[in-house]
């Protein structure tokens, strides 16, 4: 079993930057991938950013060259850095990862709010 904990959203101005973190206790050595996931008001969860126990990444065509994923396997830790924010990306940011097993655990989200 695996439980994740999200920290860092907040409010931020357009053009702005913020930093997520997601925190994962218990079976970490049992993950394989993990992502951020981010819901707005009104609309479905997407999918913000990937990244395998490998390393390789992917991200949503609408926050490529914008935000970045990364993590570290031995912490159990994996981090999302967004620039140049935008309004539209206001939403709850969710953590998630899907272990070796295929169970698939999710944090409770974090706020994210841009202002115009």
């Known amino acids: 079993q695996v439980q994740l904990v999200e920290s860092g959203g907040g409010l931020v101005q357009a053009g702005g930057s913020l930093g997520l973190s997601c925190a994962a206790s218990g079976s970490i050595f049992g993950i394989n991938d993990m992502a951020w996931y981010r819901q707005a008001p009104g609309k479905e969860r997407e999918l913000v950013a990937g990244?395998?126990?490998?390393?390789?990444?992917n991200y949503a065509d609408s926050v490529k060259g914008r935000f970045t994923i990364s993590r570290d396997n031995a912490k159990g830790t994996m981090a999302l850095r967004m620039n140049s924010l935008k309004p539209e990306d206001t939403a709850v940011y969710y953590c998630?990862?899907?272990?070796?097993?295929?169970?698939?655990?999710w944090g409770q989200g974090t706020q994210v709010t841009v202002s115009s």
């Open positions: 990244i395998t126990r490998s390393g390789s990444t």
């Open positions: 998630k990862a899907v272990l070796y097993s295929l169970l698939t655990y």
